[in-house]
């Protein structure tokens, strides 16, 4: 079992950052990719970035260029910086866990609210 707690979101104006921070518990050693996805209120969850155990990063099209991904595998916290913030990036963000080993290998986090205002 994998356990995930996100944290770091809250209000910022449009222009602003915030850092976004996952944190992993129980069975991290088969944590094989780690995610970032959101949803906005009414839509799809989206994926916004990926990062694997090996540390090959990937980032939705619509992401790159403001969106960081990273780990810190003392930590076991994979972060999400985001950068000049527009209001259309309002949304609830999950952490997501993919387990190579084990029953279930889908694991997600509670969310956390980002909120951009205008």
């Known amino acids: 079992q994998v356990q995930l707690v996100e944290s770091g979101g809250g209000l910022v104006q449009a222009g602003g950052s915030l850092r976004l921070s996952c944190a992993a518990s129980g069975s991290i050693f088969s944590i094989d990719v780690t995610a970032w996805y959101r949803q906005a209120p009414g839509k799809q969850r989206d994926l916004v970035a990926t990062i694997t155990s090996g540390d090959s990063i990937n980032y939705a099209d619509s992401m790159k260029g403001r969106f960081t991904i990273s780990r810190d595998n003392a930590k076991n916290t994979v972060y999400l910086q985001m950068n000049s913030l527009k209001p259309e990036d309002t949304a609830v963000y999950y952490c997501?866990?993919?387990?190579?080993?084990?029953?279930?290998?889908?694991?997600w986090g509670q969310g956390t609210q980002v909120t951009v205002s205008s």
């Open positions: 997501y866990a993919h387990a190579k080993l084990g029953s279930r290998r889908d694991y």
